[in-house]
């Protein structure tokens, strides 16, 4: 066996040294603008880009419609998961497409019944437009009930239609709160970042919400918004085994980018699914290859036609791939020996294909680290499991709240294709664990103490774009004493006060 020069590192080994902070180095004047695909020297029209270089995993307990409802607005971007039928992640894709078209999902807790009542309960009480969307929990299709002031119409979204179709442009809009507290009201209209007035009753309770014509969302907010059709971006994550049928689904639903979700990204099934996408779609269709660790298998990947590379092996919070198979690579090594080799496959060709840092990113710190050594984003599961837009329960494990949080790699993972024809291989042994973490809160407010660091990091560096952090960042790793030294140490510890 060949082995490698030096020692795989991690994250924790590793700190930025201070560059020159100039005054205009001020935190609104730092991007996080970030590509995400291919970019060119000749023509960079086409490449898409995050406004924040952070992306949730495609994994069951983190990406689901509502976070990527959420995340898109923030400005990131979700893979919704593919371990569940075809349908289903087409029915997810859907969802967050519809968001900022003009509809507004329904309240969880109503029934289709009750939202579509509610909807047309409104629309003579106000005379507006009105509409309301639901999902028919009985076959699992998206029942959409129209109500306008000239005529009701409820039909089911068909899979093979455009989305287009079902657009209706409509100004004014109501959806299913009626009666909750204004604060309550404006609680929503504030996390979902919604284009609407609350109108409230005479007991301050909320009668409808409205759409505010003179106000564009997309000003305002960072929301990852596509081109003119103002609606979230959202990525899909698919596999090497059903791609023939579930990537035209997906594109039919509206996912803007895909991603192939392995574990192991070096192989010849991957490097098939990529070609034969990019063969059969060019570059309307962009898709992100991956996970590998070494600059071999980038360059296999960037071959097959690959617009971004996934970066990790092994390091992921709910992994155990390294200690079932012995197969992996300190992340921070590999981060750096591909991001070396992307650079150098630019200045040779022209062509730049953005990197992600998947995996293993425990403080909000580790971001920074990932892309002062050449990342150009982060994806993150464990961090986003943590909040109230993740898919998992919340529960308490003795007096701390937690929510579910479980690999991908695990038999529960696995276990949706069981009962289903879909060639999926049987997993043998497990290479995730199924888990808790703590919860924290809903995710903006926790996003925004994340990026914040971020930009404060980068004003240390003297930093004010992501290209320019990349490029000048200057990082030492650091011996085990020197960590001790960094956290609060030699201190007797506060009583707990009653
Ligand atoms: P983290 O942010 O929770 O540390 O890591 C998330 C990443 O772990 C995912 O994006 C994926 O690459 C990886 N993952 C997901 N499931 C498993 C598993 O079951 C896994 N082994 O390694």
């Not at 308490?396 to 999926?424: C, F, M, P």
């Amino acid at each position: 066996a060949d082995i490698i020069d030096g020692v795989s590192h991690t994250f924790n080994e590793f700190l930025l040294i201070p560059r020159l902070t100039t005054k205009d180095c001020t935190h609104g004047n730092i991007s996080l603008t970030t590509y995400l695909t291919k970019v060119s020297d000749k023509c960079d029209l086409d490449a898409m880009r995050l406004n924040i270089p952070m992306v949730s995993a495609a994994m069951q307990s983190v990406s689901d419609a509502r976070m990527a409802i959420a995340l898109a607005q923030e400005g990131g971007l979700s893979f919704i998961y593919c371990s569940q039928s075809i349908e289903e992640q087409c029915k997810m894709v859907r969802s967050v497409k519809l968001y900022k078209a003009g509809f507004v999902a329904s309240d969880t807790t109503l029934s289709p019944k009750d939202t579509v009542a509610t909807a047309m309960r409104l629309r003579a009480k106000t005379g507006h437009s009105t509409i309301a969307i639901t999902e028919n929990g009985c076959n699992n299709d998206i029942l959409v009930g129209l109500v306008t002031s000239k005529d009701l119409r409820l039909s089911r979204i068909d899979p093979n239609d455009s989305l287009d179709k079902y657009m209706t442009p409509i100004d004014k809009l109501v959806v299913a709160y009626e009666g909750i507290s204004l604060h309550e009201a404006n609680d929503i209209i504030w996390r979902h970042k919604l284009n609407c007035l609350p109108i409230i009753d005479r007991n301050k309770r909320l009668k409808y919400l409205t759409f505010r014509k003179d106000y564009d969302a997309s000003k305002k907010y960072t929301s990852q918004l596509v081109d003119a059709q103002k609606r979230l971006m959202v990525g899909a994550a698919i596999n090497t085994w059903d791609y023939m049928d579930r990537v035209p689904a997906l594109i039919d639903a509206g996912a803007d980018i895909l991603c192939v979700d392995s574990s192991d990204g070096y192989s010849e099934y991957q490097f098939d699914a990529i070609k034969m996408i990019k063969n059969k779609y060019g570059d309307k269709i962009k898709i992100g290859g991956g996970n590998i660790v070494y600059p071999d298998a980038f360059n296999y990947l960037v071959e097959a036609g690959a617009d971004f590379v996934k970066v990790g092996i092994g390091g992921g919070s709910i992994c155990i791939t390294r200690e079932q198979k012995g197969i992996g690579r300190g992340q921070a090594s590999a981060i750096i020996d591909i991001a070396r080799e992307r650079d150098a496959l630019y200045q040779r060709t022209g062509v730049y294909i953005p990197i992600c840092a998947d995996g293993g990113i425990v403080h909000d710190y580790h971001i920074s680290l990932a892309i002062a050594m050449g990342a150009d984003f982060v994806m993150l599961g464990r961090y986003f499991a943590r909040f109230d837009e993740s898919p998992g329960k919340k529960t308490h494990i003795g007096n701390q709240v937690v929510k579910e949080h479980w690999g991908e790699g695990t038999k529960r993972s696995a276990n949706w294709s069981r009962y289903l024809d879909t060639g999926r291989p049987d997993i043998i042994f497990e290479e995730g664990v199924d888990s808790f973490v703590p919860y924290v809160g809903g995710l903006d407010e926790n996003l925004q103490i994340t990026l914040a660091k971020l930009k404060s990091a980068m004003i240390s560096c003297g930093a004010k774009t992501i290209n320019d952090f990349q490029k000048n960042a200057l990082l030492t790793i650091v011996s085990p004493s020197s960590i001790v030294e960094g956290g609060a140490h030699d201190l007797v510890s506060r009583p707990m006060m009653e």
